[in-house]
């Protein structure tokens, strides 16, 4: 059994950046691969970034490459999401979770401990 909190969320102007953070309990962390997703109202959940349960690969949606930065501190339990130029497409909840089962990292029915999310509000 995996608990995930995530956190680091609010409100930003566009151009600015954020910083969420997903804690996670349980000593088998650094086994998991992780994902950050994120679901906008009234839209499906999507894929954001992944990164291997070493943090020596990561992947991200287009939309966010470049921009986004997915990184994880295993002595501390610990994944990132470092968020730059943020955009006001960018406003949704944002979940970590993990990924023990094999398959395309970009489905989200791979994953299956997630957090509560935390919301990010671009303001334009």
């Known amino acids: 059994q995996v608990q995930l909190v995530e956190s680091g969320g609010g409100l930003v102007q566009a151009g600015g950046s954020l910083r969420l953070s997903c804690a996670a309990s349980?000593?088998?962390?650094?086994?998991?691969?992780m994902g950050w997703f994120r679901q906008a109202p009234g839209k499906e959940r999507e894929f954001v970034a992944h990164?291997?349960?070493?943090?020596?690969?990561?992947v991200y949606a287009d939309s966010v490459k470049g921009r986004f930065t997915i990184s994880r501190d295993n002595a501390k339990n610990t994944v990132y999401l470092q968020m730059n130029s943020l955009k006001p497409e960018d406003t949704a909840v944002y979940y970590c979770?993990?990924?023990?089962?094999?398959?395309?990292?970009?489905?989200?029915?791979?994953?299956?401990?997630w957090g509560q999310g935390t919301q990010v509000t671009v303001s334009s």
């Open positions: 349980g000593r088998t962390f650094s086994t998991y691969a």
């Open positions: 990164i291997t349960w070493s943090g020596g690969s990561t």
């Open positions: 979770a993990t990924k023990s089962r094999a398959g395309p990292y970009y489905s989200g029915s791979m994953y299956d401990y």
